[in-house]
Nanobody, 125 residues
Framework: QVQLVESGGGLVQPGGSLRISCAAS????????MAWFRQAPGKEREFVTA????????YYADSVKGRFTISRDNAKNTVYLQMNSLKPEDTAVYYC??????????????????WGQGTQVTVSS
């Protein structure tokens, strides 16, 4: 069983930055593929970014490419999402997800078998 706990969400002005974190339980965190998804009010959950276990490959949604950066610290069992140049349309609940099975598309939410509770990010002046 893996538990994921997000933190760091909040209110930020357009153009601002925010870093959210996801702490994971489990002794084999370094083997997990980790991802961030988000869900805005009235919309479906959408892929944001993912990183394979070694960190050698990352994937981004076109809407966040160049603005968001995923990173991980395997020693701390933590994955981060650095969000820069935030826009009002980035407002959503952000979910951390883990794929411990080792297969499935990085961009497909069904590939992830563990999810955090979500953290709210609001971009507004």
């Amino acid at each position: 069983q893996v538990q994921l706990v997000e933190s760091g969400g909040g209110l930020v002005q357009p153009g601002g930055s925010l870093r959210i974190s996801c702490a994971a339980s489990g002794r084999t965190f370094s083997y997990y593929k980790m991802a961030w998804f988000r869900q805005a009010p009235g919309k479906e959950r959408e892929f944001v970014t993912a990183m394979i276990c070694s960190g050698s490959a990352t994937y981004y949604a076109d809407s966040v490419k160049g603005r968001f950066t995923i990173s991980r610290d395997n020693a701390k069992n933590t994955v981060y999402l650095q969000m820069n140049s935030l826009k009002p349309e980035d407002t959503a609940v952000y979910y951390c997800a883990a794929n411990t099975r080792g297969y499935g598309s990085s961009r497909d939410s069904s590939a992830y078998n563990y999810w955090g509770q979500g953290t709210q990010v609001t971009v507004s002046s």
